[in-house]
């Protein structure tokens, strides 16, 4: 079973920054193009962000462009987001998934091949 590992999640205040990681658990990352999901309390699950295998591609939701930022090494087979002027409606349980298709990660489906259990963001004063 593919597993993925988020952290980097907290509390931070309206304007500031944090940056996200995730790691997965028994295989390589560089074989799979990798998204960061996000769900808020009451609200349905949507893309964040995501990243073709060799990191030529990547997509970004219009309420993220120009602040969160998605990155991946290969080598530290280990994936990021790096948010910044974050806004108290960015709060929500942050996910990564992963997949052998960029287009299913980009449509966000629920049968991707790798899930991570989620690492929650605050954004609060």
């Known amino acids: 079973q593919l597993r993925l590992v988020e952290s980097g999640g907290g509390l931070v205040q309206p304007g500031g920054s944090l940056r996200l990681s995730c790691t997965p658990t028994?295989?390589?990352?560089?074989?799979?193009?990798l998204g960061w999901f996000r769900q808020a309390p009451g609200k349905e699950r949507e893309g964040v962000s995501c990243?073709?295998?060799?990191?030529?591609?990547?997509f970004y939701a219009d309420s993220v462009k120009g602040r969160f930022t998605i990155t991946r090494d290969n080598a530290k087979n280990t994936v990021y987001l790096q948010m910044s002027s974050l806004k108290p409606e960015d709060t929500a349980v942050y996910y990564c998934?992963?997949?052998?298709?960029?287009?299913?990660?980009?449509?966000?489906?629920?049968?991707?091949?790798?899930w991570g259990q989620g690492t929650l963001v605050t954004v609060s004063s």
């Open positions: 990243i073709s295998r060799n990191g030529a591609d990547t």
């Open positions: 998934a992963a997949d052998s298709n960029y287009r299913a990660v980009v449509a966000g489906i629920d049968a991707l091949d790798a």
């Open positions: 028994g295989f390589a990352l560089n074989y799979y193009a």
